[in-house]
């Protein structure tokens, strides 16, 4: 190897080593886990299922329009085909009792050219009738088989439409119903509330009468164990602010260790300021009427409304508003 030769050589094995002891790239940093969703507000609910449902009977109405369209078609089809089988058949009945009449047969049983050419324009014409009356049935018979089977396909339109719009309702109900209704929160609520794990019940499945037997994790009274059970579905649920549940003298469920009030703040009590706070009363109220039956709610009082199983959002108008908090009270 000659010197300029050794010299390329050795240029080439020090890029070699270069490349090999190059620290490798390092790894493209793994993309961020998407952001979890918000549950959709009821409002967002209602909107898509009303929309969706507002589309399927849209479609119906057209379905039903077009239904109307092809029978008045069918109708006439079939009508044509009815006029027309008759005289088809005249011919076939015809030909069946003198039999057929072959163009060869015609027209060499021709005694002279002029018989032979009245025939040959008389056999075109039969032909040609024959032939015009078959093509019209035929026509006429597809036609009604073609609007027929339209009108078949707009009729499984219509009751894919009508299934559709039946499980939009369903599920528009479904969603007022999980959350006790659109009357107060407006549908500025979860549309999806947590569901909450079932407290105790008798072997007859009734809620037992429970008394003020457990350390109130809130003050220093003591509330009821299906209280206790309730308060801790609620703050497992993620709502963590400020509450209050024995509080002693008065009437009702306070004093008996059976109520709770949740603020809309970490500390104290005062009226919903702003968006978050009213979203927070409303949340709350929603997953305790979801899970009434669960935990064993006796009635809600939120926002100047109160909430029983029995007869759903009904205004109130006690000593207080309640707008600064969300009242539970227990069976």
Same mark, same amino acid.
């Given at each position: 190897?000659?010197?300029?030769?050794?010299?390329?050589?050795?240029?080439?094995?020090?890029?070699?080593?270069?490349?090999?002891?190059?620290?490798?790239?390092?790894?493209?940093?793994?993309?961020?886990?998407?952001?979890?969703?918000?549950?959709?507000?009821?409002?967002?609910?209602?909107?898509? =299922?009303?929309?969706?449902?507002?589309?399927?009977?849209?479609?119906?109405?057209?379905?039903?329009?077009?239904?109307?369209?092809?029978?008045?078609?069918?109708?006439?089809?079939?009508?044509?085909? /009815?006029?027309?089988?008759?005289?088809?058949?005249?011919?076939?009945?015809?030909?069946y009792r003198t039999g057929r009449l072959t163009p060869a047969a015609a027209l060499l049983n021709s005694l002279s050219p002029e018989i032979f050419l009245d025939r040959a324009v008389a056999l075109e014409q039969w032909n040609e009738v024959n032939a015009e009356r078959l093509r019209a049935l035929t026509e006429a018979t597809e036609r009604a088989a073609s609007a027929k089977a339209a009108m078949d396909a707009e009729v499984a339109t219509a009751a894919k439409a009508q299934a559709v719009m039946a499980k939009q309702k369903r599920e528009a109900e479904k969603a007022l119903a999980l959350v006790g209704g659109f009357k107060l929160t407006g549908g500025?609520?979860?549309?999806?509330?947590? =569901?909450?794990?079932?407290?105790?019940?008798?072997?007859?499945?009734?809620?037992?009468?429970?008394?003020? &037997?457990?350390?109130?994790?809130?003050?220093?009274?003591?509330?009821?164990?299906?209280?206790?059970?309730?308060?801790?579905?609620?703050?497992?649920?993620?709502? /963590?602010?400020?509450?209050?549940?024995?509080?002693?003298?008065?009437?009702?469920?306070?004093?008996?260790?059976?109520?709770?009030?949740?603020?809309?703040?970490? &500390?104290?009590?005062?009226?919903?300021?702003?968006?978050?706070?009213?979203?927070?009363?409303?949340?709350?109220?929603?997953?305790?009427?979801?899970?009434?039956?669960?935990?064993?709610?006796?009635?809600?009082?939120?926002?100047?409304?109160?909430?029983?199983?029995? =007869?759903?959002?009904?205004?109130? &108008?006690?000593?207080? /508003?309640?707008?600064?908090?969300?009242?539970?009270?227990?069976?």
């Amino acid at each position: 190897m000659t010197a300029s030769g050794r010299r390329w050589f050795a240029a080439v094995l020090a890029v070699l080593a270069a490349l090999l002891f190059v620290t490798p790239a390092s790894a493209a940093p793994s993309p961020k886990p998407p952001a979890e969703e918000e549950a959709p507000l009821l409002s967002d609910v209602l909107a898509v =299922t009303g929309k969706q449902y507002v589309q399927a009977r849209t479609a119906l109405e057209k379905s039903r329009k077009a239904q109307l369209r092809l029978a008045l078609e069918v109708d006439a089809a079939q009508a044509r085909v /009815d006029v027309l089988k008759p005289q088809v058949g005249e011919v076939a009945a015809e030909a069946y009792r003198t039999g057929r009449l072959t163009p060869a047969a015609a027209l060499l049983n021709s005694l002279s050219p002029e018989i032979f050419l009245d025939r040959a324009v008389a056999l075109e014409q039969w032909n040609e009738v024959n032939a015009e009356r078959l093509r019209a049935l035929t026509e006429a018979t597809e036609r009604a088989a073609s609007a027929k089977a339209a009108m078949d396909a707009e009729v499984a339109t219509a009751a894919k439409a009508q299934a559709v719009m039946a499980k939009q309702k369903r599920e528009a109900e479904k969603a007022l119903a999980l959350v006790g209704g659109f009357k107060l929160t407006g549908g500025f609520v979860s549309a999806y509330s947590p =569901t909450a794990r079932p407290a105790p019940r008798g072997p007859d499945g009734q809620f037992k009468d429970e008394s003020c &037997s457990v350390d109130d994790p809130t003050t220093g009274g003591c509330i009821t164990p299906r209280t206790l059970h309730a308060y801790q579905e609620v703050k497992r649920a993620g709502f /963590d602010r400020f509450v209050g549940c024995f509080r002693s003298g008065g009437p009702f469920e306070h004093p008996k260790g059976r109520a709770c009030d949740w603020s809309l703040r970490d &500390s104290g009590f005062a009226t919903a300021a702003n968006r978050d706070q009213k979203m927070y009363g409303n949340n709350l109220a929603a997953f305790l009427i979801r899970n009434a039956d669960r935990l064993g709610i006796l009635y809600v009082i939120w926002y100047r409304q109160i909430w029983f199983p029995a =007869t759903g959002w009904k205004s109130y &108008s006690g000593a207080s /508003d309640h707008t600064d908090h969300v009242h539970m009270s227990m069976l």
